[in-house]
């Protein structure tokens, strides 16, 4: 079935230290997308990708990078310059703009600094 | 000016009753997509329904139905016979054709208790 996949579901990272979210979608989606979600909170947009070795700032994009060298993959890695990086960090992938409905979630990874 | 706005926090309701929870949007572009997710504690993002701004007909999906009013921006779900598996959290989303990236922009969500 196809779907996406984040890994891990949950992470521990020590203060200071940079730490990499996995995120790969078996769908041949060509848009991904990073979210990040506090407690109580709703979505807000990290980074976007619409394409292959292109991708755009979202609205909270600092303290984060991201890569897209593959269509499958859109990997996350939060820096020790993100001052509050303990959060949930939701990844999603559409085909396009033709079909606004086409939007889909993977699980999701918990991550704490400790 | 918030893209989506849900005004309710949190929300009771008796098990087997209906209710509402709201959603009123702001958008310029004539063709976008109104979602409806629910978040359990696991934190997984559940697809409920879909509401294109051109279907004619309010979106329903088994016990969800979208109360859609364009001309007001409004996009209220409607969740009949509660039980107790729907607490939760709720969100609404928008999705827009002319929005670069066209990523889904959420609201603050509901979280909605059924009480049995």
């Known amino acids: 079935d196809g779907g996406i996949t984040q890994s891990p579901k949950y992470l521990f990272r020590k203060e200071g230290q940079n730490v990499t979210l996995s995120c790969e979608q078996n769908?041949?989606?060509?848009?991904m997308y990073w979210y990040r979600q506090d407690p109580g909170q709703g979505l807000r947009l990290i980074y976007y990708s619409q394409i292959v070795n292109d991708f755009q700032k979202g609205d909270i994009a600092e303290g984060y990078s991201v890569s897209r060298e593959k269509k499958e993959s859109f990997p996350l890695t939060v820096t020790s310059a993100q001052k509050n990086p303990t959060a949930f960090y939701l990844c999603?992938?559409?085909?396009?703009?033709?079909?606004?409905?086409?939007?889909?979630f993977g699980s999701g990874t918990r991550l704490t600094v400790v | 000016a918030q893209k989506i706005t849900q005004t309710q926090p949190g929300m009771f309701v008796q098990e087997k009753e209906a209710v509402t929870l709201d959603c009123t949007y702001d958008?310029?572009?004539?063709?976008?997509?109104l979602f409806w997710y629910k978040q359990p504690s696991s934190g997984e993002m559940i697809f409920l329904i879909y509401?294109?701004?051109?279907?004619?007909q309010n979106a329903t999906e088994g016990r969800y139905s979208l109360n859609f009013q364009k001309a007001r921006k409004s996009a209220n779900l409607v969740i009949s016979a509660s039980q107790l598996g729907d607490s939760a959290m709720y969100f609404c989303?928008?999705?827009?054709?002319?929005?670069?990236?066209?990523?889904?922009?959420f609201g603050g969500g509901t979280r909605l208790m059924v009480k049995p």
């Open positions: 989303a928008m999705r827009e054709v002319n929005n670069a990236g066209n990523m889904l922009t």
């Open positions: 958008t310029s572009d004539p063709s976008y997509g």
């Open positions: 999603a992938s559409s085909s396009g703009s033709a079909n606004l409905r086409d939007y889909t």
């Open positions: 509401q294109g701004s051109y279907d004619q």
């Open positions: 769908l041949n989606h060509d848009a």
